[in-house]
């Protein structure tokens, strides 16, 4: 069966319980032990096959014993009650990896449980790196921009990958004022992590 063609760009807002460089991003593993984030997103343009997905919002929260990589990770998909349910079907597709494109076809191999995809009304601020998202009574995602131990200001910091990341190429690298979630498996509270907010392109053409 022929994958479905997709190309979408999105708002990507995350955050985790790595220190606010994320070991992961240099070392490969993450800093205590285990792995835990919140990743969500609304797609600022793009489409599945002939299925507009602009607008549409979804928020992943993940737990991993260890680095991602090593897998047993358990995941629950969320996506935002306001999209259809075709939209709703392409954005489950692709962030399960079964649409196949980098980095969800490689995300699907590392998931030992899957929750959703679940509906929820999912509240989104789009604000660089004072983004925040939020479904009520389940997660909630705040960034905040890291702020200069000596001059008080905020400060704009990247961390670029010129040859492409496996997320995103450019992040821009903030903190987290809240980080929790609590669904099923998936429970953590975190807080003065690492945060980013970029935007990413992911697609299964080449």
């Not at 760009?9 to 993450?30: L, S």
């Amino acid at each position: 069966m022929a994958q479905v063609p997709y190309r979408i760009t999105v708002h990507n807002i995350e955050a985790c319980n790595c220190t606010t460089g994320c070991n992961c991003q240099f070392g490969g593993a993450p800093d205590k032990g285990g792995c835990e984030f919140l990743i969500g997103g609304e797609v600022k343009e793009g489409t599945f096959g002939d299925v507009s997905l602009k607008g549409v919002r979804y928020v992943l929260a993940c737990m991993y014993p260890k680095a991602i990589h090593e897998g047993n990770g358990k995941v629950a998909l969320f996506i935002d009650e306001k999209a259809t349910q075709s939209q709703a079907d392409a954005i489950a597709t692709i962030l399960s990896g079964q649409a196949g494109g980098m980095p969800w076809e490689a995300l699907a191999g590392t998931i030992a449980a899957l929750e959703g995809p679940v509906r929820k009304p999912i509240e989104m601020t789009v604000s660089g790196t004072k983004s925040s998202l939020r479904i009520a009574g389940v997660l909630e995602l705040r960034q905040t921009p890291i702020v200069d131990p000596v001059s008080g200001k905020e400060m704009e910091v990247q961390i670029v990958y010129p040859k492409g990341g496996f997320i995103w190429d450019t992040g821009n690298i903030a903190t987290s004022s809240v980080l929790e979630a609590n669904y099923g498996p998936v429970k953590f509270r975190h807080g003065g992590g690492f945060a980013s907010y970029s935007t990413a392109t992911w697609t299964n053409q080449h």
